[in-house]
């Protein structure tokens, strides 16, 4: 028969496995043979915990901190388990009793300085990553989360380098060329491939690189991604412009598009941020300048939702019922900016109640291509107000007016307390003051709205 440790270790590759319910099964087993075996309990609230069980959870990891104290996963899993539920300011005390416990706890250094980062404390989060990174240097998860703060912070010539090891952590795909990358060597007579490696704003934010790469004397080929293509087919940046999977011409480097900071040196005051740098097709503008045009009032395009499934997404997503609250103001008209069904209702509305609520412009940007009529619709609005998705990086590139509502802890681009942003001219932030809390950056954004629309109200003696 087996022994107790000889059960834990087969649950715990059980679990490695994600067989939850037969790992929990043989620590039932270990439990009832030795009730107080600490080490059971632990096992048991990580699957509980794994399989959103969140109350009995904290029951086991109760038990397994009751029967042994000094056990710095218990307290880890518990800081865990609260930093799962958005309470960061409970999992922070217990990151930091596991730490005390355990210095060497790199996950601990990791999470903590995480939960830190979700608390705006980022000092404290940039703090404890450099202890992540004295215990395990090479970590690409420590170097990443590092990057992501001194970025944020506006520390962009340490903040790129360290934002190199995003290539390491495995959320990215590798490339599929096999040329060096460029990193920095005279370009003169050379073919450069510059590749697109993320989201479609990213690519609409970091395209504005190209340019000063074609001054450098190379022949610049870049590869977008595929639904990208026609957007970018009149920009004159590139020697040549390819879909992502097509056949690769021949080329001496290769570079990401993200990586071109990093070896332009680029800092706050340097950011190339001449805008527009991208254009919007002349005849699908006119075309929607007939439509639009019809409408009376100050039209302002609207975006609540980013892509669906991910989680980060539903952190930035706004309520429809906040817009609606600029429907009371006189002159205002509202025209969604979303396309697919699913975004145009966001749980609160459904679709027929959303499109009475505002303009709907119908299917667009199908036929024409990805954005296409997205940007000639933006360059006949007056305002565009969104959630942060790639819609404000595309208004931003065209030079349209855009304000952009930012959770709590924003994305790095962003930066910290400030109200526009040095990568777009033509744009506003506007931020959220407490975790979830849309309504007071709503009314900051209604104020400041009403007195645009004050100031281009026509007197009574006009």
Not at 110 to 135: K, P, V
Not at 306 to 332: Q, W
Request: glycine share 6%.
């Amino acid at each position: 028969m087996a022994t107790v440790i000889e059960l834990l270790v087969i649950a715990k590759n059980l679990l490695a496995e994600g067989r939850h319910a037969e790992a929990e099964q043989i620590c039932v087993q270990i439990i009832n043979v030795a009730p107080q075996k600490a080490s059971a309990w632990l096992l048991l609230g990580v699957i509980a915990c794994q399989t959103n069980d969140d109350i009995r959870a904290f029951e086991y990891l109760q038990r397994a901190v009751q029967f042994d104290p000094t056990s710095s996963d218990a307290f880890y899993n518990l800081g865990v388990l609260f930093q799962k539920q958005g309470k960061n300011s409970l999992a922070t005390g217990y990151f930091r009793r596991a730490i005390k416990l355990n210095p060497s706890h790199f996950q601990a250094h990791i999470n903590l300085g995480a939960s830190y980062q979700e608390q705006l404390r980022f000092d404290e989060a940039e703090a404890t990553y450099e202890q992540a990174l004295q215990i395990m240097p090479d970590s690409p998860e420590a170097h990443s989360n590092f990057a992501v703060l001194k970025l944020a912070k506006g520390n962009l010539l340490d903040g790129w380098n360290e934002y190199e090891w995003r290539w390491q952590t495995g959320q990215l795909r590798p490339h599929a060329s096999e040329s060096p990358l460029w990193q920095g060597e005279p370009l003169s007579g050379k073919t450069l491939l510059i590749h697109s490696e993320q989201g479609f704003g990213d690519t609409f934010q970091f395209i504005r690189y190209l340019p000063l790469v074609k001054n450098l004397g190379a022949k610049v080929i870049f590869e977008c991604q595929k639904p990208l293509l026609k957007l970018l087919t009149t920009a004159l940046w590139f020697d040549e412009l390819i879909a992502a999977g097509s056949p690769l011409p021949s080329h001496d480097f290769r570079c990401p598009l993200l990586s071109l900071p990093r070896i332009l040196k680029t800092t706050l005051s340097t950011i190339p941020c001449q805008v527009p740098y991208l254009s919007a097709d002349p005849e699908l503008t006119e075309r929607w300048n007939t439509q639009l045009r019809t409408e009376n009032g100050y039209l302002i395009g609207i975006n609540w939702h980013g892509r669906v499934g991910l989680a980060e997404s539903k952190l930035r997503d706004i309520p429809t019922s906040e817009f609606e609250r600029f429907t009371e103001l006189a002159g205002a008209k509202l025209i969604s900016l979303q396309k697919e069904p699913e975004k145009i209702s966001d749980g609160e509305s459904t679709v027929a109640e959303t499109q009475e609520k505002f303009m709907t412009l119908g299917d667009f940007d199908s036929t024409a291509g990805a954005f296409m009529d997205t940007a000639a619709i933006m360059k006949n609005l007056d305002l565009i107000i969104t959630s942060d998705t790639s819609i404000p990086h595309l208004a931003g590139a065209l030079g349209v007016p855009v304000w952009v509502a930012l959770p709590f802890v924003p994305d790095w681009r962003w930066l910290l307390d400030r109200s526009d942003s040095p990568w777009y001219l033509t744009m506003r932030l506007f931020r959220q003051k407490s975790p979830g809390d849309w309504s007071t950056v709503f009314t900051e954004i209604r104020t400041a709205l009403a007195q645009q629309l004050e100031k281009i109200q026509p007197t009574p003696d006009s």
